[in-house]
């Protein structure tokens, strides 16, 4: 069956289950047909969507709380811009001693990856570094003890734990080969011990290994890379590469601004739906309202109080800020008013089904949800979202952001419902 035919299937199925709706008195019986539809295709979910002047389109059990998914990270957007500002770049601090120890201390920066650990390498040397004995780190920006509600402590990559000072997404990207063989599975990071380590026990092929599982070997390969790039700049490296706070009598040597800013990097969070980077950042947010070390509770803490003095929610729950958590509880019309001060970044939401609408999208078992901007027929645009509550495809959603789209926009109608 085409997706097309399969489509139309379920509109008719739709259609002809408004009986079943008006009994049980879904929606008033003088709502437009559309309405019904949509109620139907929430499947004992919830919506609201209203035009950019706050005048209400649409409302199916707003006010009531729904696990949000991962369109809850839009506030963790909304505070970081306001807190943060979307020019501000995350810091990494490098310290030299009399003795020529190198010390690293990390704030949290989500991006400091292979390209920019080189380019601090490059810079270092730039600053007279030609010997450095022993290579120390200092992650005490957060709380050793961080665990993410809803996070499966696995081996995947999107189950990466957050830590102050990490590279590459808190992962290792290899290629093994039949004869063991290994080589590095970005062009950009050089293998080292730990990148061995791990890729003993795995199979051939291609990999890319989760550091989350023991967060000191995750803070030691930032210092294993950037070893590595020292040496390739012709800096003599000797010493341990260990962990260690730094002490009072080392002198400040550079400073390292990410090379992205806050809204470069909030726009690849909401394209990519970054788990890591998302909850990285609302860490680094509570400790810089609440105070370092950075922890789970500071975090709920900050941004429950900016959604509720900010933007006036009232009765919901965060546990953590990636969506992750089935504990999470948000109803469809407070996110609504958080779309609204959204407003002004609208562009930085992806744009969904050949630019139709842009929206961040949710997934969880038997959760999906959409929330984000559609253009209006009459001009403007509305904010929608959608929270779908029962197990379906994860293309369900967009199928209902269609039928929203198509009776927003009805000249359209007919393009867009039976698009395949």
């Known amino acids: 069956m085409s997706k097309q035919i399969l489509f139309l299937f379920t509109t008719c199925l739709l259609v002809s289950s408004l009986?079943?709706?008006?009994?049980?008195?879904?929606?008033?019986?003088?709502?437009?047909?559309?309405?019904?539809?949509?109620?139907?295709?929430?499947?004992?979910?919830?919506?609201?969507?209203?035009?950019?002047?706050?005048?209400?389109?649409?409302?199916?059990?707003?006010?009531?709380?729904?696990?949000?998914?991962?369109?809850?990270?839009?506030?963790?957007?909304?505070f970081a811009l306001k807190e943060l500002g979307p020019d501000f770049r995350f810091q990494t601090d490098f310290f030299i001693t009399k003795d020529e120890k190198l010390f690293v201390k990390g704030y949290g920066d989500p991006l400091l990856t292979s390209e920019e650990l080189e380019q601090i390498a490059g810079t270092l040397h730039e600053k007279g570094v030609r010997e450095i004995k022993g290579l120390y780190l200092d992650d005490g920006y957060f709380d050793k003890s961080i665990v993410i509600d809803g996070g499966a402590h696995s081996d995947n990559p999107y189950d990466a734990t957050n830590n102050a000072l990490y590279a590459n997404f808190n992962t290792i990207a290899v290629r093994k080969y039949k004869n063991g063989t290994l080589t590095p599975g970005e062009a950009h990071t050089p293998l080292t011990p730990l990148a061995y380590k791990k890729a003993a026990r795995l199979k051939a092929g291609s990999h890319r290994i989760n550091l989350g599982g023991i967060k000191s070997e995750a803070t030691l390969y930032v210092g294993e890379l950037l070893q590595a790039f020292l040496k390739q700049k012709g800096v003599l490296v000797t010493g341990p590469v260990a962990l260690e706070t730094v002490p009072d009598t080392a002198n400040l040597l550079y400073e390292?601004?990410?090379?992205?800013?806050?809204?470069?990097?909030?726009?690849?969070?909401?394209?990519?739906?970054?788990?890591?980077?998302?909850?990285?950042?609302?860490?680094?947010?509570?400790?810089?309202?609440?105070?370092?070390?950075?922890?789970?509770?500071?975090?709920?803490?900050?941004?429950?109080?900016?959604?509720?003095?900010?933007?006036?929610?009232?009765?919901?729950?965060?546990?953590?800020?990636?969506?992750?958590?089935?504990?999470?509880?948000v109803t469809p019309y407070e996110m609504v008013v958080l779309l609204r001060y959204l407003d002004?970044?609208?562009?930085?939401?992806?744009?969904?089904?050949?630019?139709?609408?842009?929206?961040?999208?949710?997934?969880?078992?038997?959760?999906?949800?959409?929330?984000?901007?559609?253009?209006?027929?009459?001009?403007?645009?509305?904010?929608?979202?959608?929270?779908v509550n029962d197990t379906v495809s994860y293309a369900y959603?967009?199928?209902?952001?269609?039928?929203?789209?198509?009776?927003?926009?009805?000249?359209q109608k007919q393009s867009v419902l039976n698009k395949k």
């Open 344 to 387: 002004p970044y609208k562009e930085l939401f992806p744009k969904k089904e050949d630019g139709l609408f842009m929206a961040k999208t949710g997934t969880l078992n038997g959760v999906s949800t959409l929330a984000g901007y559609m253009p209006l027929e009459q001009g403007g645009y509305a904010r929608f979202v959608l929270i």
């Open 19 to 78: 009986a079943i709706a008006y009994q049980a008195g879904a929606v008033p019986s003088t709502s437009p047909l559309w309405h019904h539809e949509l109620v139907l295709a929430l499947k004992n979910g919830g919506a609201y969507v209203e035009t950019e002047a706050e005048k209400p389109l649409f409302a199916h059990r707003e006010n009531e709380h729904f696990i949000p998914a991962s369109i809850l990270k839009l506030a963790t957007v909304a």
């Open 256 to 329: 390292h601004k990410s090379s992205k800013n806050l809204e470069e990097i909030l726009k690849g969070l909401l394209k990519y739906s970054t788990n890591i980077t998302t909850n990285q950042i609302f860490l680094v947010l509570g400790a810089k309202k609440c105070g370092a070390p950075a922890t789970m509770e500071k975090g709920v803490m900050a941004l429950s109080e900016f959604l509720g003095k900010e933007l006036g929610w009232k009765d919901f729950f965060i546990a953590e800020a990636s969506g992750l958590s089935r504990k999470n509880e």
């Open 397 to 411: 959603k967009f199928k209902v952001g269609r039928l929203l789209y198509a009776a927003l926009n009805p000249s």
